[in-house]
């Protein structure tokens, strides 16, 4: 996780991050988390489908 509710980085530095953590992790999802206001990696979760 990386605060990103610091003056430390820019909007664009951010993004780099999040693009960057994508290409090095493919087997976890990895987002910008508004809530936590941070950069967030967790595996990934696969979900059956419902169909009604």
């Known amino acids: 996780?990386?605060?990103v509710d610091s003056d430390d980085y820019s909007?664009?530095?951010?993004?780099?991050?999040v693009n960057r953590y994508q290409q090095e992790h493919p087997e976890?999802?990895?987002f910008l988390d508004g809530d936590r206001r941070a950069i967030?990696?967790?595996t990934h979760q696969a979900?059956?489908?419902?169909?009604?």
């Open 28 to 30: 976890m999802d990895v």
């Open 11 to 17: 909007l664009g530095q951010i993004m780099h991050l």
């Open 1 to 3: 996780m990386v605060d």
């Open 47 to 52: 979900f059956d489908s419902v169909e009604r």
């Open 40 to 42: 967030i990696g967790r």
